[in-house]
């Protein structure tokens, strides 16, 4: 099977969505099946929107087209004529519409996709809600597995006898909440407490600024900014952390918290979208999005009870376990590709 996958922006940029496509294409390579990722333009609407009436690719030698959600305007006056020669699949992590970034539209073209592949029920319940009949619908979440985690059931931490070291993993904008934290954060002393936030601190500058006034603020060493980091640091910072906190807005998934699970980590975010889902029941505290006084009382609650976290660390490693694996995401792939490939020869 020969796969040409359209995307756009920086393929590198250690986003879940682009580590799910890498994993995910890196498996389907090792099973034989050939990958070919089409990016022509940058990720914004504006760079879709100059690029797109001039964008179309030779379908020639491929199966099957599969479509990124994050490139919708750049395909968009494509994807119907793409389907009337090969199928398409489109891979939505999230819709626009519904997560808040940016100009949603278009989307239409995009649900008119011969399968739609989802990264969680909630996100199935928004394709039916869009009305995207179930049986174009699969369901394929990430794995929790990318980075070399002790086994589930030994990772549970012990309290720190140094202080208490909490970690937040995203790029800084507005939807992950990182004002929201920081602001939480600064609420009170935190004495013997310290936040380490991993992840791109330029992805929307002028937001970027403001996080960045609100953190220089703090005590000194209350806050350390360590931005992006490959694999080997992002591992060293989990397997170092007592607590996890990301109070996002909303995530179509949310890999980073799946990943603070597989490192016993007891966890702090919003009751959004399929957050509470993913973290299952003991490992995570949530509040409201965008509610600093809830953010605030959650920290201080775990910050200060050594035993709860304990107990909810325990429960993470409970949960972890009956997460899926990178495999099981690289098969329930597969699968979606072989039954679109399959219902346009009328063969599945």
């Known amino acids: 099977m020969r796969v040409a996958f359209v995307t756009v922006g920086d393929t590198k940029r ?3 969505g682009y580590l799910y496509h890498t994993r995910v294409f890196e498996g389907l390579r090792e099973r034989g099946i050939e990958v070919t990722e089409i990016v022509p333009c940058g990720a914004s609407v504006a760079d879709q929107r100059s ?5 179309d690719f030779d379908l020639t030698g491929f199966d099957v087209v599969v479509v990124d959600a994050l490139a919708r305007v750049v395909v968009s006056t494509w994807i119907d004529r793409w389907r009337r020669k090969r199928p398409v699949v489109a891979m939505v992590h999230e819709l626009p519409s519904v997560a808040g970034d940016g100009d949603p539209a278009p989307e239409e073209p995009l ?3 011969d399968r739609l592949v989802a990264v969680s029920e909630h996100g199935l319940g928004i394709l039916l809600g869009r009305g995207v009949p179930e049986e174009r619908i699969s369901v394929v979440p990430p794995g929790f597995d990318r980075l070399p985690t002790p086994e589930v059931d030994e990772a549970e931490h012990q309290p720190s006898l140094t ?5 937040c993993v995203a790029q800084w904008i507005e939807r992950k909440g ?3 934290l920081v602001e939480a954060w600064t609420a009170r002393e935190r004495p013997g407490a310290t936040l380490e936030l991993v992840g791109e601190t330029n992805a929307d500058p002028a937001y970027a600024t403001t996080v960045w006034q609100a953190v220089e603020a703090t005590p000194k060493d209350s806050i350390t900014v360590t931005g992006p980091v ?6 060293r910072a989990y397997s170092a952390a007592d607590l996890f906190v990301l109070p ?7 890999l980073v918290y799946a990943e ?3 490192y016993g980590l007891p966890v702090i975010a919003c009751e959004v979208g399929p957050v509470p889902d993913l973290l299952g029941d003991g490992a995570a505290l949530l509040v409201p999005p965008g509610d600093v006084s809830a953010l605030d009382g959650a920290l201080t609650l775990l910050l200060e009870d050594p035993s709860r976290r304990a107990r909810m660390s325990a429960a993470a490693c409970r949960r972890a376990g009956k997460l899926p694996r990178w495999e099981d995401t690289v098969e329930g792939f597969h699968e979606a590709l072989l039954a679109a490939v399959g219902e346009r020869a009328g063969t599945a």
Not at 163 to 167: D, S
């Open 14 to 16: 250690l986003t879940g």
């Open 51 to 55: 690029a797109g009436p001039g964008f």
């Open 111 to 113: 649900l008119r996709s």
């Open 163 to 167: 202080g208490v070291r909490v970690l």
């Open 178 to 180: 990182i004002l929201t």
């Open 230 to 235: 490959d694999d080997a640091a992002l591992t």
């Open 248 to 254: 996002s807005r909303y995530e179509g998934y949310g």
């Open 260 to 262: 603070a699970l597989a």
